[in-house]
């Protein structure tokens, strides 16, 4: 999965960034693969932060504190309470990867209700690609591109995309 996340990141971009920050990084996965040819890798995540044994990455105490060409979210930013604070990146591009909701083209809210990504505790958040956009725009950012490329390792379970993953560049 990071290899086909870092892959996408870099077509949809059409280069390589200088520096990256993946904010809920988790394992740091990919990060490790970041690594391999980005030059300044960083991982933020809530503290305690999960301790990555590699010199090449940068574990930050703040997402705000300075530059970072492309800031990922990686299934992690449905969790934010004030979502709105990502304005407050310093950065080029924000690349996302979340649950898609496919609500705003259904409206079936038995479906939403039944949704295995509906976590009321947790996912505080839900976005289809038209929501995503508008939130993103809001928040100064162009939409560049959209794909459910990570729909071929986690399956949907009906005919509809699982997987958003969205890039964007400020305006």
């Known amino acids: 999965m990071a290899y086909l996340r870092l892959g996408n990141l870099v077509g949809a971009i059409g280069h390589v960034p200088e520096s990256i920050l993946d904010v809920g990084y988790g394992s740091g996965v990919f990060l490790k693969a970041a690594a391999e040819i980005i030059r300044d890798v960083n991982g933020y995540d809530v503290p305690p932060a999960y301790p990555i044994d590699d010199s090449r990455i940068k574990v930050q105490d703040s997402m705000f504190s300075r530059y970072y060409e492309c800031v990922c979210f990686f299934d992690s930013l449905e969790h934010f309470h004030d979502i709105y604070e990502i304005r407050k990146?310093?950065?080029?591009?924000?690349?996302?990867?979340?649950?898609?909701?496919?609500?705003?083209?259904?409206?079936?809210?038995?479906?939403?209700?039944?949704?295995?990504?509906?976590?009321?505790?947790?996912?505080?958040?839900?976005?289809?690609?038209?929501?995503?956009?508008?939130?993103?725009?809001?928040?100064?950012?162009?939409?560049?591109?959209?794909?459910?490329?990570?729909?071929?390792?986690r399956k949907p379970e009906r005919n509809e995309a699982n997987i958003l993953t969205a890039l964007f560049r400020r305006r």
């Open 89 to 153: 990146l310093k950065t080029n591009y924000i690349y996302i990867s979340l649950p898609w909701c496919h609500y705003e083209e259904n409206k079936d809210d038995k479906q939403f209700m039944q949704w295995k990504h509906r976590k009321p505790s947790e996912h505080l958040w839900h976005f289809g690609k038209k929501s995503l956009e508008s939130f993103m725009k809001e928040i100064g950012f162009e939409y560049i591109c959209h794909s459910n490329i990570e729909d071929a390792i």
